[in-house]
């Protein structure tokens, strides 16, 4: 289908060909619904919960991006978007094999294959700051990929007895495995896939990327693959639970989460460029994600559940800061002021999204954050509790001052060279991801809680 | 006995990369490296699957990737590094000190099974860190990308430990991966070349807080 892309000419077909293939997607996710959890189509792919959820995520967010880039594409028609297209199709398709494959290699394959593909997307506008960040965020993910092939190839050498890297076989043998060489290879994967991640020491591209990216880039680099570098985090640490290491490796994910907190709630709080704050914010949440499963016991329900919220609510808040690039042209914070005003829908949707992300009472990722806290009491690690709620405040606070004066201060007049109106493209794909974050947080349905439950007892039955 | 021979003579273009500033020579003796490389899954294995990764080592490495290398710097027109971030003779310095450590390091690591050669672990360390040391130490694109494919060298000697017990078709999926890493490299080191007018990384300082 992408390599389709590569011959039809004509940017129109184009984007038809995209929007079909992406809801072609996203029914055949829906049709896996009623089926089992556990799918084995062979030995290499196969579903399992938490593979299932994920897709779920990706599927939704490339739709809603991918009806939100017919309107944002027409606005950029300087160069032909052949390359992004076929890009962003393989991208779709590179994130699908993600969650599939069931063979660490093949995990390994298709995480590499979508830094390359995303990279292409990053540069899209050819600025110098777009190739500087494409550049950085190149060669730091593949360096971070490389060590994490390394991981793989020294689990590889410690499951030496049982000669094979499936999931599923390390998994029963996981009391088997050499101690010493599995110790060795989950500290490079780890690095590895949190570089992916972009948990704190190795975090540096991605306020980078995520700032200069277009913004329906940055909408499903920041939810969809952040899940799917969180799904091999996760598959590492289901690797540690079942050969009984959670002592080893538990405080290695709680030191990772606060630094990832801290760092973030650092630079958010200086900061004048709105969509390289997201890109901390992201640091942030994942930073949340690794955080509820080193505490373990509900704070890996808690995780998933906020993994799916944060997914959804970057989604909805970078085609926001898309929205606002097309009206102000600028991403300066100061800037843009006053959006309520003229532009109601986009206003409304900055503020809703800003409460969502910052953990506002009726939203999910608040339940998500209060079980964490939970979690942190409950097993006694005070310093973590203390520095915890310290930057979540310190975020909270950073965030509001920048965006309630976006969204509500007034209007400066004579700076306006964008475009003058919302349109149905442009506002559309907002209310999608509106409807989809009131049933993934408040009214949470049945499926999609017994879906999070199994995904959590993959590492909870330990 | 030649395993040992062909493991040093992969070190060796390591070491002296480490301490050139000719990008041309740099590319050849890489190519050298992976030519060495290619013949030593037929030393351990030999078989059909080690001869199958040899041929795809020898087509990837030897021929395609230092040829677009080749394109790359005659495109951009630059011939040597200018000002590495460390000098070269501290480079040479530290790689001899990266190799003693990865010495140390295999020699507290046992492996579960039968050794093949006890120099191939250590060499493998060495590898790995040598392009590390080249990929953090120098400002020009073309270097960091050959730091890189020199750090993916030392990760295959790794994997050659296990060829028995890894599918072919994942083998290769890891090398194709790591061919179409190279050309997105040349093709973003040819976008920084027409906006900044060098391929310097030098010039990638506008984003910052």
């Keep these: 289908m992408a390599a389709a892309i590569f011959l039809i000419p004509q940017d129109r077909f184009k984007k038809i060909i995209l929007l079909l293939t992406s809801s072609g997607h996203l029914l055949a996710t829906v049709s896996l619904w009623p089926m089992p959890r556990d799918i084995q189509f062979n030995s290499f792919l196969g579903f399992d919960a938490l593979s299932q959820l994920i897709l779920n995520l990706i599927s939704i967010l490339f739709f809603v991006v991918s009806i939100y880039l017919i309107s944002y594409l027409k606005e950029k028609r300087r160069r032909s978007n052949r390359i992004f297209i076929g890009c962003l199709l393989c991208l779709l398709a590179a994130m699908t094999l993600v969650t599939m494959s069931r063979h660490m290699g093949l995990l390994w394959i298709a995480i590499a294959a979508t830094t390359l593909l995303s990279a292409p997307l990053i540069n899209y506008y050819r600025t110098p700051q777009s190739i500087e960040a494409a550049w950085k965020y190149l060669l730091i993910s593949s360096l971070g990929i490389a060590l994490g092939l390394l991981g793989t190839l020294f689990l590889a050498i410690s499951a030496i007895s049982i000669k094979t890297v499936f999931l599923g076989d390390i998994l029963n043998n996981a009391t088997v495995l050499s101690p010493s060489w599995l110790k060795l290879s989950i500290i490079f994967l780890l690095v590895g896939y949190g570089t992916k991640m972009g948990l704190a020491p190795m975090h540096t591209w991605k306020p980078d990327a995520y700032g200069e990216a277009p913004s329906p880039v940055g909408a499903l680099m920041s939810g969809a693959l952040t899940g799917c570098a969180f799904l091999a985090v996760f598959r590492v640490a289901q690797i540690c639970f079942h050969a009984h290491l959670q002592r080893f490796v538990m405080p290695i994910f709680i030191l990772l989460g606060i630094l990832s907190l801290g760092i973030s709630a650092v630079f958010i709080l200086g900061q004048k460029d709105f969509k390289r704050m997201l890109g901390y914010s992201s640091v942030e949440h994942m930073g949340i994600l690794v955080l509820g499963i080193g505490l373990g016991g509900g704070g890996i329900w808690a995780s998933l559940f906020h993994m799916v919220n944060n997914a959804f609510a970057k989604g909805l808040i970078f085609l926001v800061s898309g929205n606002l690039n097309q009206i102000f042209r600028t991403k300066r914070i100061e800037n843009i002021q006053g959006v309520i005003h003229r532009f109601p829908i986009t206003g409304i949707c900055l503020i809703i999204g800003f409460l969502v992300i910052t953990g506002f009472p009726p939203f999910g990722i608040f339940y998500s954050e209060l079980l964490i806290l939970k979690e942190a009491i409950m097993t006694r690690q005070y310093m973590v509790v203390l520095f915890y709620l310290l930057f979540l405040s310190v975020i909270f606070f950073g965030y509001a001052r920048i965006v309630l004066n976006m969204a509500l201060g007034q209007p400066k007049e004579g700076h306006h060279h964008g475009i003058k109106e919302e349109n149905f493209f442009m506002v559309m794909p907002l209310i999608i991801l509106l409807l989809v974050l009131f049933f993934s947080g408040i009214f949470v349905p049945g499926p999609l809680y017994s879906l999070i439950d199994d995904a959590s007892a993959l590492l909870e039955g330990m | ?209």
């Design chain 2, 1 to 209: 006995m030649w395993l040992e021979l062909a493991l040093v003579l992969i070190i060796l273009p390591g070491i002296i990369i480490l301490g050139n500033n000719r990008l041309g020579t740099i590319i050849q003796l890489f190519a050298l490296q992976s030519l060495v490389l290619s013949t030593i899954p037929l030393l351990i294995h030999p078989g059909i699957h080690a001869f199958v990764m040899a041929v795809a080592t020898v087509i990837l490495k030897v021929f395609l990737m230092p040829a677009m290398l080749f394109w790359a710097i005659r495109h951009v027109s630059i011939r040597r590094e200018v000002q590495p971030l460390i000098g070269y003779g501290k480079t040479l310095i530290l790689g001899g000190l990266l190799i003693g450590v990865a010495f140390l390091i295999s020699s507290k690591l046992d492996l579960p099974d039968k050794e093949i050669s006890n120099l191939l672990i250590p060499s493998a360390f060495s590898i790995v860190m040598i392009g590390f040391l080249l990929l953090v130490s120098r400002f020009k694109a073309i270097t960091q990308v050959i730091g890189y494919l020199i750090m993916e060298n030392g990760i295959f000697l790794f994997a050659l430990l296990l060829l028995e017990k890894t599918p072919l078709l994942v083998e290769m999926g890891i090398l194709l991966d790591i061919f179409v890493a190279v050309l997105v490299m040349g093709i973003i080191i040819n976008h920084i070349n027409q906006e900044f007018g060098s391929a310097s990384t030098i010039n990638l300082k506008n984003l910052k807080d």
